[in-house]
Nanobody
């Protein structure tokens, strides 16, 4: 069974940091390009970052570039998103999935709330 389980969200003040995790199982994670997405309250799902099979090859949406860093631990089937200098506009539920097309079953997501 393919599973994605996100964790690490929470309530943080503007300027703070959080590290999100995504534990993957049921597929060959090490051979799969992955991505982070987020859905702000009342808005559509948006792409945040892609990290390819090569852990050093990552791309970011313009509004998180320079603040967020995606990484992966292929040995432990885990994807990470280090989020620094958080802003209220980063408030959203964050999800991981396959890149470029999110074809895997969605996990529960992890909620990030950034207070001003």
């Amino acid at each position: 069974e393919i599973r994605l389980v996100e964790s690490g969200g929470g309530l943080v003040e503007a300027g703070g940091s959080l590290r999100l995790s995504c534990l993957a199982s049921g597929f060959t994670f090490s051979n799969t390009d992955m991505a982070w997405f987020r859905q702000p309250p009342g808005k559509r799902l948006m792409w945040v970052s892609t990290i390819r099979v090569n852990p050093g090859d990552a791309t970011y949406a313009d509004d998180v570039k320079g603040r967020f860093t995606a990484s992966r631990d292929n040995a432990n089937n885990t994807l990470y998103l280090q989020m620094n200098d958080l802003e209220p506009k980063d408030t959203a539920t964050y999800y991981c999935n396959r890149s470029p097309v999110p074809t895997l079953p969605w996990g529960p997501g992890t909620q990030v709330i950034v207070s001003s």
